[in-house]
């Protein structure tokens, strides 16, 4: 079975410029996740998805950061305009339903911010 | 406000001894306990958990043990083997909060030859 899928998946781009990441989950996943890791911490989820709806993006700075799941299978993740501070690795994770389930990761996308 | 908490970044141990690592946790509605493991320029993978009706949970070499009172967790490694150096989150999730997890800062162990 294949896993999370996610691209790029390094990232270097200069302050104020937008960048995007893709996240393929495994087939027949429901819920999607968003989560930043910054350095030297663990992951913190950004937005939470189940299907193409919105479940929880409380977490989400959605002045700059935006994601979407059109279809219900592949989602996008958008940060406009990027600052120093979002530099982080973004990881991807899905989960057959919302209620306690085991996440699956992908490996990331390593975005340095200039 | 870390709600989770793994107070040592790092940990080593000589081969085939035991590896302890720990957890705290300040919110008391958390009842379900969960431990990932990661390796560099992957994303984490699933290794253990524990719901909080239950004070132990066995895997092969892997135990979580489960301190309500305390609000502690620790996973046990034994007998620790190279290949499971790597860096441990612990991971909480609240009853009426879905699937959502709150992780801690991570340990990274290193099993020495």
């Known amino acids: 079975e294949a896993g999370v899928a996610q691209s790029p998946r390094y990232k270097i781009i200069e302050k104020r410029q937008s960048v995007a990441f893709w996240c393929n989950p495994i087939s027949g996943h429901a819920t999607l996740y968003w989560y930043q890791q910054i350095l030297g911490q663990g992951p913190k989820l950004l937005i939470q998805f189940q299907n193409n709806g919105v479940v929880d993006d409380s977490q989400l700075p959605k002045d700059r950061f935006s994601a979407e799941r059109l279809k219900g299978v592949d989602s996008t993740l958008k940060i406009q305009p990027a600052k120093l501070e979002d530099s982080a690795v973004y990881l991807c994770a899905s989960s057959l339903g919302r209620i306690r389930e085991t996440q699956y990761f992908g490996p990331g996308t390593r975005l340095l911010v200039l | 406000d870390q709600q989770v908490k793994q107070n040592s970044p790092s940990l080593s141990v000589q081969e085939g001894r035991i590896s302890i690592l720990n957890c705290d946790y300040t919110?008391?509605?958390?009842?379900?306990f969960l431990w990932y493991k990661k390796y560099p320029a992957e994303g984490p993978t699933f290794l253990i958990s524990?719901?909080?009706?239950?004070d132990k949970n066995e895997d092969g070499r892997f135990t979580v043990f489960l301190n309500k009172s305390a609000k502690h967790l620790s996973l046990h490694i034994v007998p620790s083997q190279p290949g499971d150096s790597a860096v441990y989150f612990c991971a909480a999730r609240q009853n009426n909060a879905g699937n959502m997890l709150t992780f801690g800062g991570g340990t990274r162990l290193m099993v020495k030859p």
């Open positions: 524990i719901s909080s009706i239950k």
């Open positions: 919110n008391s509605m958390f009842d379900y």
